[in-house]
């Protein structure tokens, strides 16, 4: 069964850096793209990046680009999202989602999701 | 990028009630559409590819039809369980981008 299971809620700080995980089981991790969904408070669905844990192959959103970094470690299945200095607006929820192998940009499973709570 | 816009944002409807979502984007996309089921406090549900094609498991009162700019997202009779908020993504061109959402409530 496929899998996708992600590190819990985080309450931080402004000005913290954070690292949360995504771990892929029950599939070929290396073989499939993983992308990073954001979900502020009560809002919709903005991607902000992907990466191919193959080769570590990572793309941003420019809404993204140089805010967040995207990584992936392929010896423990499992890809990263994380911030520098968090700030409040990076308060939501964050998804991972595994793409689907036949139609690039369609995404066909998906991490339960990781709140991150950033205030003072 | 692409905009991707939903109709209505809200819809109240009746369990067996035949409910149509419309997604419209700002430039043709052929029919590179899909659609996401997502509940309170979960994460998205894959429904649709490619503007028609059902995702395997996926319920048949589900269907999806369109191109180009235009796209429906049906539920023939609606249950219990699809109470929730549908998105519509494309993922015709980078960066792939979702609709506002549409929040199906009970009547």
């Known amino acids: 069964e496929v899998q996708l299971v992600q590190s819990g809620a985080e309450v931080k700080k402004p000005g913290e850096s954070l690292k949360i995980s995504c771990k892929g089981s029950?599939?070929?991790?290396?073989?499939?793209?993983i992308g990073w969904v954001r979900q502020m408070p009560g809002k919709g669905l903005e991607w902000m990046g992907i990466i191919y844990p193959g080769d570590s192959d990572t793309r941003y959103s420019p809404s993204f680009q140089g805010q967040v970094t995207i990584s992936a470690d392929k010896s423990i299945s499992t890809a990263y999202l994380q911030w520098s200095s968090l700030k409040a607006s990076d308060t939501a929820m964050y998804y991972c989602?595994?793409?689907?192998?036949?139609?690039?940009?369609?995404?066909?499973?998906w991490g339960q999701g990781t709140l991150v709570t950033v205030s003072s | 990028d692409i905009q991707m816009t939903q109709s209505p944002s809200t819809l109240s409807a009746s369990v067996g009630d035949r409910v149509t979502i419309t997604c419209r984007a700002s430039q043709s996309i052929s029919s590179w559409l899909a659609w996401y089921q997502q509940k309170p406090g979960k994460a998205p549900k894959l429904l649709i590819y490619?503007?028609?094609s059902l995702e395997s498991g996926v319920p048949s009162r589900f269907s999806g039809s369109g191109s180009g700019t235009e796209f429906t997202l049906t539920i023939s009779s609606l249950q219990p369980d699809d109470f929730a908020t549908y998105y519509c993504q494309q993922y015709n061109s980078y960066w792939w981008t979702f609709g506002q959402g549409t929040k199906v409530e009970i009547k």
């Open positions: 989602a595994r793409r689907s192998s036949s139609w690039a940009g369609v995404f066909d499973y």
């Open positions: 490619k503007a028609s």
């Open positions: 029950g599939y070929s991790f290396t073989s499939y793209w």
